[in-house]
């Protein structure tokens, strides 16, 4: 990893705060200046733990690409910091060439790969000359651990999108920096190939304590990757644990649409189902069952394939509900149904 870097370098009146996470986030904030102020990041508090996967997610515009760039030094905070093993992050205004020391940043464009260029050269050239055969050998590593050493001597304008992606983490990563940051890193990668290229990056994490945060507004990406995950909603962090915990005891209902795409109720709605709550509830689709019956309160709406099972919608004309049917069935649309609820949220 390269060599801890304090912000005394660039800000000699910081003191180290101690005891705080490897990256800590308080009260911080950044506002775009334009004809009309946009609060991008709202006054939010955050720790990334070290060695660890940690994911931002949330709909499009609710900050999490600002909130990555906080953290990185690209953009300077309206209020509140940012801190690296205790020191403020530098920005813009404290040093030269933003970034900090001891992170890397992939973003979403290749924007800094040659396309022109060879794979080998796009990474060797990250490298000083001063020692040849050890340049050789990080950039053949570092290469072989992206499972690309054998395209080294094809262009980056002839690859696939999944191979850019997997050149430009590679590129971030033959210096071995401490914190690798990446902006909605699997974009253009094909479905097929994203688990793969996912489990490569945990098994980097494993096996060489490099901690990696990520923006993503796809649950499927990180529920089965991520140690960790920052929701946020509108400029603000809603809620921040682990994937398991958020998907099945979300305490914001907002978490619960974005990550099980959950049926969110009011309590007059509850209350059709024989639920009793002074609050709103939310119900998995996994959650509800249901069987056919000739007699059934609920008709089937909609069925919408999603590969090994489907999605069914079914209302009883004051009320509608999406399920999963697993193992598929040849249930029709306009069947009627009795509908049960396994078990359900409540959203104080």
Known sequence: MVQQTSSCQYIPTDQQKTGTPLIYGENLSHT???KQDVVAVNKVDFGITEGKITAIIGESGSGKSTLLKLIYGLLEPSSGEVRYRGWLVPTRKDK???GHDAMRLVSQGFDDLNLYAKIWDNIASQLPNTDLALKESKTRETLDRL?????????IADLSGGEKQRVAIARALVNEPEVLLMDEPFNQVDAAFRDALQQDIRRIVEETGLTVLLVSHDPTEVLAMADELIVMKNAKII??????TLYYTPT????????????????DQAALLGISSHHTIGIHQEDVIFEEHAQGPFQVKDIRFRGFYKELVLTNGQLALHAILHPLSNIAIGSNVVVNIKKYITFY
Do not use: C, D, V
């Not at 914001?252 to 309590?267: D, M």
């Open 32 to 34: 775009f200046h334009a």
């Open 96 to 98: 030269l060439i933003p």
């Open 147 to 155: 499972k690309i050493l054998h395209l080294g001597q094809q262009r």
């Open 239 to 244: 809620e921040q644990g682990p994937p398991a």
């Open 252 to 267: 914001h209902s907002y978490t619960a649409q974005l990550l099980a795409r959950s049926n969110i109720l009011s309590s």
